[in-house]
């Protein structure tokens, strides 16, 4: 379709999942717009285009998408026009079956075919039957396409795609492919490029981030990579997610200890305490080795937050297994993990194992884990209280019962922090300087006037890009919460466990 064809046309993009996702939909947005479209304005009901990008992991995920394709089906049969397609994992798992299930569906595309999506939305529209387009590898890396970001301050940046994991509860590394690593000027130069935009803050990207460097030859990639991101003049804050524990080596340790952005955070999936659970699991590291590396990185980071991945109810666990990852929690003290009930994901190898542990059971547990974790939580937020701290100030994550009077931002070590407005205007992208006076579990307040405030590039540009719309775009629709630099550290950090 060319510009002209797609003049006027508004889209909307309805995003389930993970980060990868995300940043999926991220260039999406930015093929539609560089095709002519227009995003649909918050609160208008009646995109011409509705895209859903979705996760083929999370329970009820099938079920989920054909409720809201439901949803939409008398709305299309008003609106000849109107156009819906779908894509992600689930689309590359269930194919052709999406349009048999839902045949007023226009396009169906997988997770290789995300630069196919203009030209097939075309095509539908003149042979006036769906498309589907289904790709088994990548061809051209997602970064050589257009992007439209949701922050004009913080950016997503892939290192690669795909996995080279077999782990029995996880269906991702057959829906999206084995590993294939970027070349690191690549990189460099797109975040170069991000930086000159105004960005301040990047979140290096991948399924199994620190893996980085298996497909190019190089077990040192990463923590090179890391070290040269502190070389780039006006990056000021530097994250990654989400590392293997496997692949989690020293130099990756001390590179983020040594590289001056690189921020004291880290998220680690444990998905399970238990050496046994976890080798069912296939995953590739015991309890010692897990807690080796926390000590590590506390060691070289005493101030690091350390944020996980657990799943309660595996296959066989029994109360011993699921004792031992209790203990693994009261040991690593994260300062905040989320927490997965297992379900079963046809295709993969733990929803054909024996000892299937009843509901009740599991609900139980993972009560038991989220009531330790909640209190771990707040006892290491009150660490916190006392210090000063700078924030990276946040777009959308003021506290609603008080928005007028407060801000939100993020620490270094991501943690969200509410503060009381400056008498000087602060935008998103701004740094503020506070003293920490209150914490909650999952919060902290800073409730004394801010003790700097620092107007940056990366506010300007927040300014520049909000400052010209008369009505202001509607955000990408996301099912989930996500990590990371766009959006904070939340239940898809990695949301499908596959890390």
């Not at 804050?237 to 001390?254: E, G, K, L, N």
Request: proline share 6%; aromatic share 6%; charged share 25%.
């Amino acid at each position: 379709m060319t510009a002209q064809d797609a003049l006027n046309r508004s889209y909307e993009i309805r995003t389930y999942g993970c980060q990868m996702n995300v940043h999926d939909s991220e260039r999406l947005s930015g093929l539609l717009e560089d095709a002519g479209y227009v995003r649909a304005p918050k609160g208008v009901d009646g995109a011409d285009v509705v895209v859903f990008n979705t996760c083929a992991v999370r329970e009820n995920a099938d079920n989920r998408l054909y409720g809201n394709l439901g949803q939409l089906a008398p709305k299309k049969a008003e609106r000849p026009g109107m156009q819906i397609a779908v894509g992600g994992c689930l689309a590359q798992k269930d194919r052709d079956t999406i349009v048999k299930r839902a045949p007023w569906v226009d396009v169906v595309f997988g997770t290789h075919n995300i630069g196919s999506l203009p030209v097939l939305l075309e095509r539908a529209r003149i042979a006036e039957e769906a498309q589907v387009e289904i790709a088994e590898s990548l061809e051209a890396f997602p970064s050589t396409l257009p992007t439209r970001r949701e922050s004009a301050y913080a950016a997503w940046v892939s290192v690669s795609v795909g996995c080279n994991n077999t782990c029995t509860f996880c269906i991702v590394p057959a829906l999206r492919g084995k590993e294939k690593d970027r070349r690191p000027g690549d990189i460099l130069a797109e975040i170069e490029a991000l930086v000159a935009e105004g960005v301040s803050e990047i979140t290096l990207l991948g399924q199994n981030v620190n893996a980085y460097g298996s497909d190019i030859g190089d077990r040192e990639a990463f923590s090179k990579l890391l070290r040269a991101c502190g070389k780039i003049e006006g990056l000021e804050r530097v994250r990654f997610t989400s590392p293997h524990p496997r692949d989690f080596t020293d130099d990756v340790i001390a590179a983020m200890a040594e590289t001056p952005n690189a921020m004291p955070q880290l998220h680690m999936p444990l998905q399970s305490g238990s050496d046994a659970v976890l080798k069912a699991m296939r995953r590739s590291y015991r309890q010692d080795r897990y807690l080796g590396i926390i000590a590590k990185v506390r060691a070289a980071m005493p101030d690091a937050a350390i944020s996980t991945d657990i799943i309660v109810g595996f296959p066989g666990e029994t109360e011993s297994d699921f004792e031992q990852t209790m203990h693994v929690v009261r040991e690593a003290r994260f300062a905040q993990a989320f927490t997965f009930q297992y379900s079963k994901r046809p295709g993969t190898p733990a929803a054909d194992m024996g000892g299937q542990i009843p509901k009740a059971v599991v609900q139980a547990r993972y009560e038991r884990l989220v009531a330790l974790q909640e209190q771990i939580s707040w006892e290491e937020n009150k660490k916190q209280v006392g210090r000063v701290v700078e924030l990276l100030v946040a777009e959308g994550e003021g506290r609603k019962d008080d928005a007028t009077h407060r801000l939100s931002g993020r620490a270094p070590d991501n943690r969200l922090v509410h503060f009381e407005k400056p008498g000087e205007p602060v935008r998103p992208g701004d740094v503020v300087t506070v003293e920490i006076t209150y914490a909650a579990p999952h919060h902290l307040l800073a409730e004394k006037p801010a003790l700097a405030v620092r107007r940056t590039r990366a506010g300007d540009a927040w300014e520049s890009r909000n400052a010209a719309p008369a009505v202001k775009p509607a955000g990408v629709m996301l099912g989930l919460p996500t990590i990371g630099a766009p959006a904070p550290v939340a239940a898809a950090a990695s949301g499908c466990g596959c890390d």
